[in-house]
């Protein structure tokens, strides 16, 4: 098995900046996504983002530009999420998750392993 624990969220204001950690312990794999979503109150789970084993890195639309994923290379135990210049509407639930293929996928139900969570409040 996989575990998956978030860390890092919190309340800042409007143009902060803030990282997520995703600390991954268990089994590992060699083709693998290791990805970002957000799930805000009432909206569906949404993808932020994700990197592959083979490094390959993609961003969706909403965060491009304002989001870096990384991941700690070495060890392969550590995924990060830099945030810069929050909005309001990136308040929201962030989880990070672990899909057993390589292939980036935009959906939630392709991944086969979750963190819990980590709520990031941005103030207006």
């Known amino acids: 098995q996989v575990q998956l624990v978030e860390s890092g969220g919190g309340l800042v204001q409007a143009g902060d900046s803030l990282t997520l950690s995703c600390a991954i312990s268990?089994?590992?794999?060699?083709?693998?996504?290791m990805a970002w979503f957000r799930q805000a109150s009432g909206q569906q789970r949404e993808w932020i983002g994700g990197?592959?084993?083979?490094?390959?890195?993609?961003y969706g639309s909403s965060v491009k530009g304002r989001f870096t994923i990384s991941r700690d290379s070495a060890a392969k135990n550590a995924l990060y999420l830099q945030m810069n210049s929050l909005k309001p509407e990136d308040t929201a639930v962030y989880y990070c998750?672990?899909?057993?293929?390589?292939?980036?996928?935009?959906?939630?139900?392709?991944?086969?392993?979750w963190g819990q969570g980590t709520q990031v409040t941005v103030s207006s």
């Open positions: 268990g089994r590992t794999f060699e083709n693998y996504v």
């Open positions: 990197v592959n084993s083979g490094g390959a890195t993609l």
């Open positions: 998750a672990l899909r057993t293929h390589w292939v980036h996928s935009v959906r939630a139900d392709q991944y086969d392993f």
